[in-house]
Structure formats: structure tokens, C-alpha cells
């Protein structure tokens, strides 16, 4: 049972163009949907979260959007630059008296120069 | 800053040994997960512990898998005997209230042959 899900597996976007990551998500408990990014080799870093009563959140070049009657969520770069080539993984937190954290499979995008 | 700190970063093991993978959380976080990640997935929780107790661990293979956080701070999550299939990245991470995200380590990635 996959409650969150990252239908595309990679991407490919041209630098300074906009990359658009996507997710779905089954639950509705969730509190706090957030996005990783994860280069090879090393532990997932946060980038950026929203609340589940929030519609829109940005940080500098990330903007994440939250649809909760379709239940999706797309995190937006602009503009995209080489060094955000890594995987990104959407997860979702649930409050069941502790935290716990529910991944996605992960986007692998890939900024061309 | 402070991180979440794993040791070893690497390991290779032949299959049916033992083998630990160490967790020392960031100061004052009650809530320690570990995570494995196979290749072209998402992490998957293994197991969570608040303070020292294990609150899930309802995805942590018995047979072959344990974790203990004896104090309430650093965790150990050992393998005995590792097979094939157990080859990933042991990532552990941890959250306080006062954070929406969890921290995560910079993993350790196991390999058996």
C-alpha cells in the first residue's frame, strides 16, 4: 500500500527553465507534506515543507503546491540550475502520537547545462 | 550545525555474517528512525524509537534484524545473518516537536557478497 506515490521516475530540464516535481498521496491524516533532495551516496536533505492547511509555500527558487481535494502536491524550481541534479523524494508526516515519515520512490532530475 | 552522525559509511559483508550499522542522533532529538534504501526506491521505515522504547517496528524483518537505543540517545541496528538482498543504504534520522522535518544521516551503504 503506497501512500505516496512519485509517478515519474526522472526528468530532464534545461537550465533556467522550470522543473516541475509531482506526487499524490492516499492519506488524509497527513499533517505536513515536505520534499527531500538526496545526491548518490548521501543521506536525503530537507528543501522545503508545507502545512496540510496550506496552499502554496516557497522558499527562493522552490515553491511547493498542496491540491488536497486531489490530493497532490508538485514542488516548482525556477530557474533550475545544474546543481539541483539529484533525486528528489516527496514525503508525507503523519501524527500517530510520534512522527513518522512516509516516502515516495523518488524523481531523479537531471538539470542540462 | 548539529547532524545526525552514522558510522561506518561503507560496508561489505559476505553473506551470512553479522553486521551493526551505529546511529548518534542530533542532541536532544527523542525520535530516532532507521531507514533502508534500496537503490531506485524511496526509504522505507525499519524501525522508530521515542526515547528508548520502540514505538513501530512493524516493517523490521525479526528473523534476521534488530535495533536497540539502550539510553535514549545513540542506536545500533544489527543484521545477523545478512543476506543477499539486504544490500542498500541504512539511513537513520531523527525529529523533535520543535522541527516539521526529520534529519537524516548520511547513511550507511552496505553491500553483501
Known amino acids: 500500500d503506497q501512500q505516496v506515490k512519485q509517478n515519474s521516475p526522472s526528468l530532464s530540464v534545461q537550465e533556467g527553465r522550470i522543473s516541475i516535481l509531482n506526487c499524490d498521496y492516499t492519506?488524509?491524516?497527513?499533517?505536513?507534506f515536505l520534499w527531500y533532495k538526496k545526491y548518490p551516496a548521501e543521506g536525503p536533505t530537507f528543501l522545503i515543507s508545507?502545512?496540510?492547511?496550506?496552499d502554496k509555500n516557497e522558499d527562493g527558487r522552490f515553491t511547493v503546491f498542496l491540491n488536497k481535494s486531489a490530493k497532490h502536491l508538485s514542488l516548482h524550481i525556477v530557474p533550475s540550475q545544474p546543481g539541483d541534479s539529484a533525486v528528489y523524494f516527496c514525503?508525507?508526516?503523519?501524527?500517530?502520537?510520534?512522527?513518522?515519515?512516509?516516502f515516495g520512490t523518488g524523481t531523479r532530475l537531471k538539470v542540462l547545462a | 550545525e548539529a547532524e545526525v552522525a552514522q558510522s561506518p559509511r561503507y560496508k561489505i559483508t559476505e553473506k551470512s555474517q553479522a553486521v551493526a550499522f551505529w546511529c548518534d542522533p542530533i542532541?536532544?532529538?527523542?525520535?530516532l528512525y532507521w531507514y533502508r534504501q534500496i537503490l531506485g526506491q524511496g526509504p522505507e521505515l525499519l524501525v522508530q524509537?521515542?526515547?528508548?522504547?520502540?514505538?513501530?517496528d512493524s516493517q523490521l524483518p525479526k528473523d534476521r534484524f534488530s535495533a536497540e537505543r539502550l539510553k535514549g540517545v545513540d542506536s545500533t541496528l544489527k543484521i545477523q545473518p545478512a543476506e543477499l538482498g539486504d544490500s542498500a543504504m541504512y539511513l537513520c534520522?531523527?525529529?523533535?516537536?520543535?522541527?516539521?522535518?526529520?534529519?537524516f544521516g548520511q547513511g550507511t551503504r552496505l553491500t553483501v557478497v
Open positions: 492519506n488524509s491524516m497527513f499533517d505536513y
Open positions: 524509537f521515542q526515547d528508548e522504547s520502540v514505538v513501530d
Open positions: 542532541s536532544g532529538h527523542a525520535t
Open positions: 534520522a531523527s525529529s523533535t516537536d520543535r522541527n516539521t522535518e526529520a534529519f
Open positions: 508545507i502545512s496540510s492547511i496550506k
Open positions: 514525503a508525507a508526516r503523519v501524527d500517530s502520537g510520534t512522527y513518522k515519515y512516509i
